[in-house]
């Protein structure tokens, strides 16, 4: 299906690409926030990539800890499985960018000091392998919008960047972005008309800290507006609760993910309630 100017749009890719990459180089983005490009033979082939598809993402496997295996795990009517009939550790990633040139893939993953996926970044080098799979397909934005609002906290970083960076020509954009502190504030690629809003959470996060940074902003005077926003799956619900029915925007022109929950781990973000339309 092709893209709508006024809807997102799911396109599936076909089969579930399995691809077991390694590590070209690791860079530090912010003290907390690390960007890993990958590289491989299995990307020789490309990689369904699309633009203005900020959230398409893929599936990361990662090495077992205690031995530094790799196995790809094969899909099934019970999830995804290792040969051996156990759940593989993996964890959902937003593709950050895809050089088509030099066959490279780039995941910027958050450094919070726990959790399979955080220890295995904090200590990744060149040559480190890693298995990818998908993604199962892009989810195209729509392009036909004058105005664009992106809110998120630290995990949804990658989505809205690439969001800013993407922006059909003449487009205006708001983002509102939440992180720890000064020190987590990233340069972030953007042009005339978008204005970038960073709220810091401090060393006590307040689930509704992006909702009332969110309801300090100043809408567009018509409804003629798209709006993303991603993140802590608790935060995303009065959020999405306010751009639907307080300013009253169509469902078409909202789109909120919830991409983790607190205490949660392995969330599957598809199976998130967010509340009712």
Known sequence: MDRDARAVVRRPVGTLG???????????????????????????????????????????????????????????????????????????????????????????LVLHGHGVASRWASSARPGDGLGVLGPRGNVLFPHGYPCYLAVGDATALPAISRLLEELPDGARATAILEVEDAAEEQRIASREGVEIVWVHRGAHPEADRLERALRAWTPPQDDDWFAFAAGEATAMRPVRQYLRHELGLPRAQVHVDGYWKRGEAGLDHHAVDLGDD
């Open 18 to 108: 399995r691809r077991v990459l390694h590590v070209v180089r690791v860079e530090d983005v912010t003290p907390r926030y690390r960007r890993v490009v990958l590289g491989g033979a299995d990307l020789d082939a490309g990689f369904p990539w699309a633009d203005l598809a900020p959230t398409d993402h893929v599936k990361v496997v990662f090495p077992d800890p205690a031995t530094g295996e790799l196995l790809l795990p094969q899909p099934g009517p019970g999830g995804l499985r290792n040969p051996d009939g156990t759940r593989p550790a993996v964890r959902d990633y937003t593709v950050r960018a895809w050089d088509a040139e030099a066959r490279e893939l780039t995941l910027d």
